[in-house]
């Protein structure tokens, strides 16, 4: 699929490049605006290449970078798992992230109302850093901005830890919601307020797996990249980054299983309260057709059309008849009350 953009014209010989970043030696961005993206300059610390997957072009601009085959792979591969692996001369992956939608100007926070998740496919070189993804994503865009309005970066593992800390801070938001959610169908249940609390409760069990899924991934892979690699190998700043994150990670996950447990305990005592007053409706209709069954025989018995008939010639039958119904009904509540079956309400 080639998909052209001003980018093709901007940055000469790199095809699918959607912007690129100089930073200095002391960390500060300045935006590119044209021209090689490699091309040494003054002052260069490192650079920052973001690419559009969905340009068939960016493969051949890849290619040119001075990168590893299997950062290379990575960047142009459609995997939509986590992978973080360590080389000698740097680090390449996926990270996970949510779609940035452009229309309207302000990011959805609930994660029911985002536009779903995205992928950050990444290789860190010697004085390099390339992304590259297929949907625009939410935390790529944001810490783009801020770098290019000023704030300092001094390392491309940074840039990484400044990305993922970002789509963490929107998972804790949303996570936020739910629980405030979650409090406000507890009082309802609490206050056998019963309406739609079991629709809300599965929706929101919904969206926090949503949530739970891209958290699990992301801190298996990080602890997994931590225990492979020793604190002590060598000063390599991707190290403590996993680390930290990896941390920030198992609180944001310990948080949404809480959570979890919460709406499911919920959602178990929502089904046992809606089950008891269902047993009490069943119990009311049953009570009440025992009490009609006798007096429905009475009346069934003095309805038939034959000789013989108790009361048939009396004056006072039709009243007899009913006394001997109510009595009848009168009969078995006293019976089911003897058994046990009765209560009182």
């Not at 996970?96 to 452009?102: A, I, L, S």
């Not at 198992?250 to 005592?269: F, K, N, P, Y």
């Given at each position: 699929m080639l998909v052209r953009s001003d980018a093709d014209v901007l940055f000469d010989g790199f095809p699918g490049l959607l912007w690129a970043v100089r930073f200095d030696a002391e960390g500060r961005a300045t935006p590119m605006e044209a021209g090689d993206p490699m091309e040494p300059g003054a002052g260069d610390g490192w650079r920052w290449l973001h690419f559009n997957q969905s340009d068939a072009r960016s493969a051949q601009s890849i290619a040119r970078l001075p990168l590893p085959e299997d950062a290379r792979e990575t960047l142009l591969s459609h995997d939509t798992h986590v992978i973080l692996q360590r080389q000698e001369d740097g680090a390449y992956g996926v990270f996970?992230?949510?779609?940035?939608?452009?229309a309207g100007g302000k990011a959805p926070r609930a994660p029911g109302h985002h536009d779903g998740l995205g992928w950050l496919h990444f290789a860190i070189g010697d004085g390099l850093l390339v992304t590259a993804r297929r949907q625009p994503l939410r935390s790529v865009e944001t810490v783009r901005r801020q770098l290019c309005a000023g704030e300092r970066c001094s390392h491309p593992a940074r840039v990484l830890e400044a990305i993922a800390e970002h789509f963490a801070d929107a998972v804790e938001r949303a996570t936020d919601d739910l629980s405030e959610s979650l409090d406000r169908i507890e009082d309802r249940v609490l206050a056998d307020a019963i309406g739609d609390e079991r629709r809300d409760l599965a929706s929101l069990r919904h969206q926090s797996v949503r949530l739970h899924r891209p958290l699990t991934a992301m801190r298996?892979?990080?602890?997994?990249?931590?225990?492979?690699?020793?604190?002590?190998?060598?000063?390599?700043?991707l190290l403590p980054v996993a680390s930290r994150l990896g941390?920030?990670?198992?609180?944001?996950?310990?948080?949404?299983?809480?959570?979890?447990?919460?709406?499911?305990?919920?959602?178990?005592?929502?089904?046992a309260k809606l089950a008891e007053r269902t047993n009490t409706h069943l119990y009311v209709l049953s009570m009440i057709t025992a009490l009609l069954l006798p007096p429905s025989l009475v009346v069934g018995v003095f309805g038939m059309n034959l000789h013989g008939l108790p009361f048939a010639d009396h004056r006072a039958g039709a009243s007899a008849a009913l006394v001997l119904g109510l009595l009848s009904s009168l009969a078995v509540y006293l019976i089911l009350r003897r058994l046990g079956v009765s209560r009182s309400t």
């Open positions: 996970v992230d949510w779609e940035h939608r452009r298996r892979v990080l602890k997994q990249f931590e225990q492979r690699h020793a604190p002590d190998e060598d000063e390599d700043e941390q920030r990670f198992d609180d944001l996950d310990g948080d949404v299983s809480t959570l979890q447990e919460r709406a499911r305990l919920l959602q178990d005592e929502v089904a």
